[in-house]
């Protein structure tokens, strides 16, 4: 099975306005970590925001939060107010307490921005 | 966060020559890994760089294909060698420092293409 499924492969948004990439993850680990990416089409990896499976609040950063459900084993990106800039693609990471090393990466979603 | 450099950003390559890649972060980390994007795809992970060892190779990768340096914990290179077309793609390094809660960092990739 898929550590990680984004079953968006593309995504248009009108610019302000809200977006929720989704994220569905696989793990037996009761301990683990959710992150999320952004890769404009420069190419690099910038770390967007972070989730513990224990926290009890969903993260917030900036104008990203991440809608942590735990029991559905979803972690979806909410990208509020969207710009421009955000067109990129998105990738949601797993990294679990057993291997601790290894993060486990989703297929990615192309978000576009619409003027 | 540790700050990464990577080098070179772009080449343009003959098929069976061999690039060497280089990553210096400015601070000493324990994780460095080694990723391929190919285009339109997900990060695969080739290798974990180990320090003063052999790398730890994942399936479908082999050292005589992919040679991997770590004289030192903030320095690490990586060889694609005897390159063919397939071998174009986008080579990102990562460190990771501490525990579960911590993301990867990249490095802003090397974007390879072999004629």
């Known amino acids: 099975a898929q550590k990680i499924t984004q079953t968006q492969p593309g995504m248009f948004v009108q610019e302000k306005e809200a977006v929720t990439l989704d994220c569905t993850y696989d793990?037996?680990?009761?301990?683990?970590?959710l992150f999320w990416y952004k890769q404009p089409s420069s190419g690099e990896m910038i770390f967007l925001i972070y989730?513990?499976?224990?926290?009890?609040q969903n993260a917030t950063e900036g104008r990203y939060s991440l809608n942590f459900q735990k029991a559905r084993k979803s972690a979806n990106l909410v990208i509020s107010a969207s710009q421009l800039g955000d067109s990129a693609m998105y990738f949601c990471?797993?990294?679990?307490?057993?291997?601790?090393?290894?993060?486990?990466f989703g297929t990615g979603t192309s978000l576009t921005v619409i003027p | 966060s540790a700050v990464i450099s990577q080098k070179p950003s772009r080449d343009i390559c003959q098929r069976g020559t061999s690039l060497t890649i280089q990553c210096q972060v400015d601070?000493?980390?324990?994780?460095m890994f080694w990723y391929r994007q190919q285009p339109g795809q997900s990060l695969t992970l080739i290798a974990t760089?180990?320090?003063?060892?052999?790398?730890?190779?994942e399936s479908g990768f082999v050292i005589d294909k992919f040679p991997i340096s770590r004289p030192n914990l903030t320095f690490s290179t990586l060889t694609v060698s005897n390159m063919s077309p397939e071998d174009s793609s986008i080579y990102l390094c990562?460190?990771?420092?501490?525990?579960?809660?911590?993301?990867?960092?990249f490095g802003d990739g090397t974007r390879l293409s072999i004629l």
């Open positions: 989730q513990g499976s224990y926290d009890q």
């Open positions: 760089a180990n320090q003063g060892s052999e790398a730890t190779y």
């Open positions: 990562s460190v990771v420092e501490g525990n579960l809660g911590q993301p990867q960092h």
């Open positions: 601070s000493q980390v324990t994780m």
């Open positions: 793990t037996s680990d009761p301990s683990y970590g």
């Open positions: 990471a797993m990294r679990e307490g057993g291997t601790g090393n290894q993060f486990y």
